[in-house]
């Protein structure tokens, strides 16, 4: 069974920083990766996906690694905003299912402090 | 607006009363899919179409709950005879799924609320 865990559960950091959210996932055998941002209240917005055979995404600000086989991902964060601020999950599909079903980490509470 | 929706995005509800909620998944998409969340949880999966047929359901899926993509459209989900377990935000999410292709993007709705009184 996957089994998905973020660390940290919550982090406040002042503007401007840097910083790394973590997943990781316990069966390295997945189609993808994929984050998400939601915030308080609302669905859940796609950051981005990292197919099994990358390493790495990048959007804009955010930058997705992966590393399959030690079961690994970060999101990268530069020049934090308080925009920023939300929950930010990580999420595998089942490989045994053709990579549908979605298994969700609990998600970083993220507070970036104007 | 091209984006999943969902109806209605507040429910209230008395123990023992049925409710239905439904999904509009962006048009092209042929799997759509349900997920539960609670507070500090993150999303679980409950069950997935791929266009009219549905496909896997998960254990969490109790009898009072069906869900249906009447022509692989739109969705609805019902649940009978609530219970105050049943309070969360219900999550339906699509995406686009062909041969050839390590699983697409997939996108939620802005989800509806259900508290069960």
């Known amino acids: 069974k996957q089994e998905v865990t973020q660390i940290p559960a919550a982090l406040s950091v002042p503007e401007g920083e840097n910083l790394v959210l973590n997943c990781s996932f316990t069966?390295?055998?997945?189609?993808?990766l994929q984050w998400f941002r939601q915030d308080p209240g609302k669905g859940l917005t796609s950051l981005l996906l990292?197919?099994?055979?990358?390493r790495e995404q990048t959007s804009g600000r955010l930058n997705a690694s992966l590393d399959k086989s030690s079961g690994r991902s970060t999101l990268y964060i530069a020049a934090s905003q308080p925009g920023d601020s939300a929950t930010y999950l990580c999420?595998?599909?089942?490989?045994?299912?053709?990579?549908?079903?979605?298994?969700f980490g609990e998600g970083t509470q993220l507070t970036v402090n104007p | 607006d091209t984006g999943v929706s969902q109806d209605p995005r507040h429910k209230i509800t008395k123990r023992g009363q049925n409710v239905t909620f439904r999904c509009d998944p962006i048009?092209?998409?042929?799997?759509l899919y349900w997920y539960r969340q609670t507070l500090g949880q993150g999303p679980e999966f409950l069950t997935y179409?791929?266009?009219?047929?549905?496909?896997?359901k998960s254990r969490l899926l109790s009898d009072r709950f069906s869900a249906e993509r009447p022509k692989g459209s739109f969705s609805t989900l019902e649940i009978q005879r609530t219970e105050q377990g049943d309070s969360a935000m219900y999550l339906c999410?699509?995406?686009?799924?062909?041969?050839?292709?390590?699983?697409?993007?997939?996108?939620f709705g802005e989800g509806s609320w259900l508290t069960v009184v």
């Open positions: 999410a699509s995406s686009l799924i062909s041969w050839g292709t390590a699983g697409n993007t997939i996108y």
């Open positions: 069966d390295s055998a997945i189609y993808n």
């Open positions: 990292i197919q099994s055979s990358q």
């Open positions: 999420a595998v599909p089942r490989w045994e299912t053709s990579g549908s079903r979605l298994t």
């Open positions: 048009s092209e998409h042929n799997r």
């Open positions: 179409f791929q266009n009219e047929a549905q496909l896997e």
